[in-house]
């Protein structure tokens, strides 16, 4: 059974930063995160490519936000920086076990439970 365990979240005031992690098990073809604001859709943020650390970022987080992985301890993490009120949302991993679409909340196959990000202005 894949289990995906995601802590690092909180309250931060605006400018400020925080780092998520992300647990996995079993097999990983690539991770990525998404999050989700009162009232709107879940919206892709980041994806990294397990074996080859390739990246791919949404335009709006794209220079604020980084992904990495740690392969020996199957985590993935989100590093985000200059946090801005917007950002305020429910912050998940996904696992995908195989494709091409890395942006889709439809191509990831395991999803965690989620984190509160709360950004203060």
């Known amino acids: 059974q894949v289990q995906l365990v995601e802590s690092g979240g909180g309250l931060v005031q605006a400018g400020g930063s925080l780092r998520l992690s992300c647990a996995a098990s079993?097999?990983?073809?690539?991770m990525g995160w998404f999050r989700q604001a009162p009232g709107k859709e879940r919206e892709f943020l980041a994806a990294?490519?397990?074996?080859?650390?390739?990246?791919s970022y949404a335009d709006s987080v794209k220079g604020r936000f980084t992904i990495s992985r740690d392969n020996a301890k199957n985590t993935v993490y989100l590093q985000m920086n200059n946090l801005k009120p917007e950002d305020t949302a429910v912050y998940y991993c996904?696992?995908?076990?195989?494709?091409?679409?890395?942006?889709?909340?439809?191509?990831?196959?395991?999803w965690g439970q989620g984190t509160q990000v709360t950004v203060s202005s």
């Open positions: 996904a696992q995908r076990l195989g494709g091409t679409v890395y942006y889709s909340v439809n191509s990831y196959d395991y």
């Open positions: 079993g097999r990983i073809f690539s």
């Open positions: 990294i490519r397990w074996t080859t650390g390739s990246t």
